[in-house]
T-cell receptor, first 114, second 114 residues
Protein backbone atom coordinates (compact mmCIF):
# COMPACT_ATOMS: atom_id res chain seq x y z
CA UNK A 1 0.00 0.00 0.00
CA UNK A 2 1.09 3.51 -0.70
CA UNK A 3 1.10 6.25 1.90
CA UNK A 4 1.86 9.94 1.58
CA UNK A 5 2.57 12.10 4.63
CA UNK A 6 2.57 15.87 4.85
CA UNK A 7 3.59 16.93 8.34
CA UNK A 8 3.00 20.66 7.99
CA UNK A 9 -0.74 21.46 8.24
CA UNK A 10 -0.18 25.19 7.75
CA UNK A 11 2.62 27.46 6.61
CA UNK A 12 2.99 31.14 6.03
CA UNK A 13 5.46 33.06 3.87
CA UNK A 14 5.91 36.68 2.94
CA UNK A 15 5.57 37.78 -0.63
CA UNK A 16 8.80 37.39 -2.64
CA UNK A 17 10.28 35.00 -0.09
CA UNK A 18 11.00 31.29 -0.55
CA UNK A 19 9.13 28.49 1.19
CA UNK A 20 9.57 24.71 1.26
CA UNK A 21 6.73 22.26 1.78
CA UNK A 22 7.62 18.78 3.02
CA UNK A 23 6.33 15.41 1.89
CA UNK A 24 7.36 11.83 2.58
CA UNK A 25 5.95 8.75 0.92
CA UNK A 26 6.13 5.02 1.14
CA UNK A 27 5.76 2.55 -1.71
CA UNK A 28 7.02 -0.90 -2.60
CA UNK A 29 6.90 -0.14 -6.32
CA UNK A 30 10.10 0.50 -8.23
CA UNK A 31 8.51 2.74 -10.84
CA UNK A 32 6.26 5.53 -9.67
CA UNK A 33 5.50 9.18 -10.12
CA UNK A 34 5.19 11.95 -7.58
CA UNK A 35 3.13 15.09 -7.90
CA UNK A 36 2.37 18.35 -6.20
CA UNK A 37 -1.14 19.69 -6.71
CA UNK A 38 -2.45 23.11 -5.71
CA UNK A 39 -6.05 23.62 -4.63
CA UNK A 40 -7.08 27.27 -4.26
CA UNK A 41 -10.39 28.25 -2.66
CA UNK A 42 -11.97 27.87 -6.09
CA UNK A 43 -11.40 24.15 -5.28
CA UNK A 44 -10.04 23.02 -8.66
CA UNK A 45 -7.03 20.74 -8.21
CA UNK A 46 -4.20 22.12 -10.36
CA UNK A 47 -1.05 20.19 -11.21
CA UNK A 48 2.01 22.16 -10.12
CA UNK A 49 4.88 19.78 -10.84
CA UNK A 50 5.64 16.11 -11.25
CA UNK A 51 8.68 13.89 -10.78
CA UNK A 52 9.43 10.51 -12.31
CA UNK A 53 11.09 8.25 -9.77
CA UNK A 54 13.63 6.85 -12.20
CA UNK A 55 14.94 10.33 -13.02
CA UNK A 56 17.61 11.61 -10.67
CA UNK A 57 17.32 15.20 -11.83
CA UNK A 58 14.92 17.27 -9.77
CA UNK A 59 11.94 18.66 -11.68
CA UNK A 60 11.57 22.42 -12.11
CA UNK A 61 8.65 24.50 -13.37
CA UNK A 62 9.37 28.24 -13.30
CA UNK A 63 9.27 29.28 -9.62
CA UNK A 64 8.48 25.75 -8.46
CA UNK A 65 11.09 23.07 -7.92
CA UNK A 66 11.33 19.81 -6.02
CA UNK A 67 13.98 18.16 -3.90
CA UNK A 68 13.55 14.44 -4.59
CA UNK A 69 15.47 12.18 -2.23
CA UNK A 70 14.62 8.66 -3.38
CA UNK A 71 16.48 6.77 -0.67
CA UNK A 72 14.84 8.84 2.04
CA UNK A 73 11.49 8.74 0.23
CA UNK A 74 11.23 12.48 0.51
CA UNK A 75 9.70 14.85 -2.03
CA UNK A 76 9.64 18.50 -0.97
CA UNK A 77 8.34 21.46 -2.96
CA UNK A 78 10.19 24.76 -3.05
CA UNK A 79 8.35 27.89 -4.11
CA UNK A 80 10.61 30.80 -4.93
CA UNK A 81 9.56 34.45 -5.14
CA UNK A 82 6.21 33.65 -3.52
CA UNK A 83 3.21 35.50 -4.87
CA UNK A 84 -0.18 36.22 -3.33
CA UNK A 85 -1.73 33.92 -5.92
CA UNK A 86 0.22 31.02 -4.47
CA UNK A 87 -2.09 31.03 -1.45
CA UNK A 88 -3.79 27.62 -1.53
CA UNK A 89 -3.82 24.08 -0.18
CA UNK A 90 -0.92 22.06 -1.52
CA UNK A 91 -1.21 18.30 -1.83
CA UNK A 92 1.58 15.85 -2.40
CA UNK A 93 0.54 12.70 -4.28
CA UNK A 94 2.03 9.47 -5.56
CA UNK A 95 0.98 7.35 -8.49
CA UNK A 96 2.08 3.81 -9.28
CA UNK A 97 1.04 0.94 -11.45
CA UNK A 98 -1.36 0.87 -14.30
CA UNK A 99 -4.43 2.06 -12.42
CA UNK A 100 -4.92 5.81 -12.40
CA UNK A 101 -4.94 5.93 -8.64
CA UNK A 102 -3.40 8.94 -7.01
CA UNK A 103 -2.67 8.64 -3.29
CA UNK A 104 -2.78 12.06 -1.64
CA UNK A 105 -1.37 13.44 1.56
CA UNK A 106 -3.48 15.48 3.96
CA UNK A 107 -2.29 18.78 2.52
CA UNK A 108 -0.47 21.91 3.64
CA UNK A 109 -2.33 25.19 3.74
CA UNK A 110 0.01 27.92 2.48
CA UNK A 111 -0.72 31.57 3.17
CA UNK A 112 1.30 34.20 1.32
CA UNK A 113 1.26 37.55 3.10
CA UNK A 114 2.29 41.09 2.17
CA UNK B 1 -10.20 23.48 -25.27
CA UNK B 2 -12.65 22.80 -22.45
CA UNK B 3 -11.29 21.25 -19.31
CA UNK B 4 -12.93 18.56 -17.22
CA UNK B 5 -16.51 19.57 -16.54
CA UNK B 6 -18.62 18.30 -13.66
CA UNK B 7 -22.28 18.73 -12.88
CA UNK B 8 -23.96 19.79 -10.77
CA UNK B 9 -21.63 22.12 -8.88
CA UNK B 10 -23.55 21.79 -5.64
CA UNK B 11 -26.19 19.35 -4.48
CA UNK B 12 -28.18 18.96 -1.28
CA UNK B 13 -29.74 15.60 -0.42
CA UNK B 14 -31.20 13.90 2.63
CA UNK B 15 -30.17 10.64 4.22
CA UNK B 16 -31.35 7.55 2.36
CA UNK B 17 -31.65 9.25 -1.01
CA UNK B 18 -29.49 8.47 -4.00
CA UNK B 19 -27.45 10.82 -6.16
CA UNK B 20 -25.88 10.84 -9.61
CA UNK B 21 -22.86 12.99 -10.38
CA UNK B 22 -21.64 13.58 -13.91
CA UNK B 23 -18.27 14.20 -15.48
CA UNK B 24 -17.12 15.03 -19.01
CA UNK B 25 -13.40 14.50 -19.61
CA UNK B 26 -11.09 16.63 -21.67
CA UNK B 27 -11.54 15.90 -25.35
CA UNK B 28 -9.35 12.95 -26.33
CA UNK B 29 -9.01 11.64 -22.79
CA UNK B 30 -10.22 8.08 -22.34
CA UNK B 31 -9.66 7.60 -18.64
CA UNK B 32 -11.83 9.02 -15.87
CA UNK B 33 -11.21 8.72 -12.14
CA UNK B 34 -13.39 9.71 -9.21
CA UNK B 35 -12.20 10.98 -5.84
CA UNK B 36 -13.95 11.91 -2.60
CA UNK B 37 -12.54 14.83 -0.64
CA UNK B 38 -13.91 15.24 2.87
CA UNK B 39 -13.43 18.70 4.36
CA UNK B 40 -9.91 19.16 5.64
CA UNK B 41 -8.51 16.00 4.05
CA UNK B 42 -6.85 14.96 0.83
CA UNK B 43 -8.86 13.31 -1.93
CA UNK B 44 -9.51 9.58 -1.63
CA UNK B 45 -9.66 7.38 -4.74
CA UNK B 46 -13.06 5.85 -5.50
CA UNK B 47 -12.99 4.50 -9.08
CA UNK B 48 -11.07 4.58 -12.31
CA UNK B 49 -12.56 3.78 -15.70
CA UNK B 50 -10.74 3.34 -18.96
CA UNK B 51 -12.38 2.46 -22.26
CA UNK B 52 -15.64 1.86 -20.40
CA UNK B 53 -14.13 -0.74 -18.10
CA UNK B 54 -13.45 -0.45 -14.39
CA UNK B 55 -9.67 -0.46 -13.90
CA UNK B 56 -9.47 0.36 -10.23
CA UNK B 57 -11.62 0.64 -7.15
CA UNK B 58 -10.87 2.22 -3.80
CA UNK B 59 -12.03 1.19 -0.37
CA UNK B 60 -15.62 2.34 -0.66
CA UNK B 61 -18.86 0.39 0.03
CA UNK B 62 -21.02 -1.08 -2.69
CA UNK B 63 -23.37 1.89 -2.34
CA UNK B 64 -20.91 3.62 -4.63
CA UNK B 65 -20.98 2.68 -8.30
CA UNK B 66 -19.91 4.26 -11.56
CA UNK B 67 -19.93 3.77 -15.26
CA UNK B 68 -18.35 5.25 -18.36
CA UNK B 69 -20.17 5.89 -21.58
CA UNK B 70 -19.01 5.46 -25.22
CA UNK B 71 -18.18 9.20 -25.38
CA UNK B 72 -15.94 8.66 -22.29
CA UNK B 73 -18.12 10.74 -19.99
CA UNK B 74 -18.85 9.17 -16.63
CA UNK B 75 -21.41 9.00 -13.86
CA UNK B 76 -20.86 8.32 -10.19
CA UNK B 77 -23.86 6.96 -8.32
CA UNK B 78 -24.26 6.80 -4.58
CA UNK B 79 -27.22 5.01 -3.00
CA UNK B 80 -28.65 5.15 0.52
CA UNK B 81 -26.82 8.37 1.31
CA UNK B 82 -25.28 8.79 4.74
CA UNK B 83 -24.23 11.96 6.53
CA UNK B 84 -20.63 10.85 6.06
CA UNK B 85 -21.02 11.03 2.29
CA UNK B 86 -20.98 14.81 2.52
CA UNK B 87 -17.88 15.81 0.59
CA UNK B 88 -16.44 17.35 -2.54
CA UNK B 89 -16.46 14.78 -5.34
CA UNK B 90 -13.72 15.31 -7.88
CA UNK B 91 -13.45 13.86 -11.33
CA UNK B 92 -10.13 13.63 -13.14
CA UNK B 93 -9.32 12.63 -16.69
CA UNK B 94 -6.19 11.49 -18.47
CA UNK B 95 -5.40 10.22 -21.92
CA UNK B 96 -4.60 6.71 -20.76
CA UNK B 97 -4.56 4.83 -17.50
CA UNK B 98 -0.81 4.64 -16.91
CA UNK B 99 0.88 6.39 -14.03
CA UNK B 100 3.05 8.57 -16.27
CA UNK B 101 0.06 10.45 -17.61
CA UNK B 102 -1.00 13.40 -15.44
CA UNK B 103 -4.58 13.67 -14.34
CA UNK B 104 -6.55 16.84 -14.90
CA UNK B 105 -9.26 17.66 -12.40
CA UNK B 106 -12.63 19.31 -12.67
CA UNK B 107 -14.02 21.84 -10.20
CA UNK B 108 -15.88 19.14 -8.32
CA UNK B 109 -19.41 18.63 -7.05
CA UNK B 110 -20.09 19.68 -3.48
CA UNK B 111 -22.53 17.15 -1.99
CA UNK B 112 -24.23 18.04 1.26
CA UNK B 113 -26.34 15.47 3.14
CA UNK B 114 -28.91 16.72 5.62
Amino acid sequence: AQTVTQSQPEMSVQEAETVTLSCTYDTSESNYYLFWYKQPPSRQMILVIRQEAYKQQNATENRFSVNFQKAAKSFSLKISDSQLGDTAMYFCASHTGTASKLTFGTGTRLQVTL
Amino acid sequence: DAGVTQSPTHLIKTRGQHVTLRCSPISGHKSVSWYQQVLGQGPQFIFQYYEKEERGRGNFPDRFSARQFPNYSSELNVNALLLGDSALYLCASSFGHYSNQPQHFGDGTRLSIL
